[in-house]
């Protein structure tokens, strides 16, 4: 009689469990290689700085990147972050290429890092580098993360991750955007047309002709 009511007991249990799982039988957050900030502004000629930062990561004992950008960038300076050394150990910082034309539009950075000796990984989140621009040409850019290699303790792994990238926004002197036009007819020679001038530039716009051509 015990057994058949142990066995009930337990079938129950593995039901109830299978119906309502844990919640700390739920997975880990994915570690993410990101771009940070996320999106970024400046004006032609000036500097801005973004971080190449990572999240949620277990046991990081070295690590590798490839950033890609519009050559209307110029990439001044790499500076590894704090990171990889919280743990209190020293790391061997590499830059392979700095600016250096991928093609006839894009330049790129290729980075890594690992710790020096039999140090632990660290775990958490913070900056693995730090890279500073200059805005050489007007135009937008996406700030693309590419063949990213996270390695952990374990000298044959390599530890799953999503990538995130960033943006960067040039802001304009001048920049007339011409938003939302409406037109309705009038007559057969009449149209009433009504268009909407936003002035995303960063002066004040006066004696603004708009030209319609047929």
Same mark, same amino acid.
């Given at each position: 009689m015990m057994?058949?009511?142990?066995?009930?007991?337990?079938?129950? +249990?593995?039901f109830l469990l299978a119906v309502f799982p844990f919640r700390t039988a739920l997975s880990p957050s994915l570690t993410n290689l990101f771009i940070d900030p996320e999106?970024?502004?400046a004006l032609l000629g000036e500097n801005f700085t973004i971080d190449i930062a990572i999240s949620d990561v277990e046991d990081l004992r070295g690590w590798e990147a490839?950033?890609?950008?519009?050559?209307?960038?110029?990439a001044t300076d790499v500076n590894e972050g704090p990171f990889l050394k919280s743990g209190g150990a020293s790391t061997f910082f590499y830059i392979e290429e700095?600016?250096?034309?991928?093609?006839?539009?894009?330049?790129? +950075?290729w980075l890594a890092s690992i710790l020096i000796g039999n140090a632990s990984g660290v775990s958490g989140t913070g900056t693995l580098a730090t890279v500073n621009f200059t805005v050489t040409q007007e135009g937008n850019s996406t700030l693309h993360l590419?063949?990213?290699?996270?390695?952990?303790?374990c000298p044959t792994c390599t530890l799953p991750h999503v990538t995130t990238?960033?943006?960067f926004e040039i802001i304009l002197t001048h920049?007339?955007?011409l938003t939302n036009v409406n037109a309705r007819k009038i007559s057969l020679t009449l149209v009433d047309i009504n268009a909407t001038v936003k002035n995303k530039g960063i002066v004040t716009e006066s004696n603004i002709n708009l030209n319609l051509l047929q």
């Open positions: 057994r058949r009511k142990y066995g009930f007991t337990a079938s129950l +249990i593995m999106r970024t502004t490839k950033l890609y950008y519009r050559s209307t960038l110029n700095l600016d250096e034309p991928f093609n006839s539009t894009h330049n790129r +950075i590419s063949d990213t290699e996270l390695r952990s303790s990238d960033g943006f920049n007339l955007a």
